[in-house]
């Protein structure tokens, strides 16, 4: 059963940094792209940053690009989204989920963890 479990959230100030964790079990981890997805209050989960299998191809929206880094370490099933230069508007609740390699659906969503952006 693929399970992830997110972590390294919190509250911080507009301009600060948090580093995402994304611990997965259950699964051959390096075989799956790993994406990171987020929800504000209000509004609709939406996708924030993928890294795949490999950790050589990364993509990010247009909203995170250039503050936001996903990166991977194979040897302990983690994914790590860095952020940077936070902005309120970053504000949600941050979810990991796994996607295996040449195939569309994410699945094994954690419990999310949440990310507080002052002013």
């Known amino acids: 059963q693929v399970q992830l479990v997110e972590s390294g959230g919190g509250l911080v100030q507009a301009g600060g940094s948090l580093r995402l964790s994304c611990a997965a079990s259950?699964?051959?981890?390096?075989?799956?792209?790993i994406g990171w997805f987020r929800q504000a209050p209000g509004k609709e989960r939406e996708f924030v940053a993928r890294v795949s299998w490999t950790g050589r191809s990364t993509y990010y929206i247009d909203s995170v690009k250039d503050r936001f880094t996903i990166s991977r370490d194979n040897a302990k099933n983690t994914v790590y989204l860095q952020m940077n230069s936070l902005k309120p508007e970053d504000t949600a609740v941050y979810y990991c989920?796994?996607?295996?390699?040449?195939?569309?659906?994410?699945?094994?969503w954690g419990q999310g963890t949440q990310v507080t952006v002052s002013s």
């Open positions: 989920a796994a996607k295996r390699r040449f195939t569309t659906a994410y699945g094994g």
């Open positions: 259950g699964l051959t981890f390096s075989s799956y792209d």
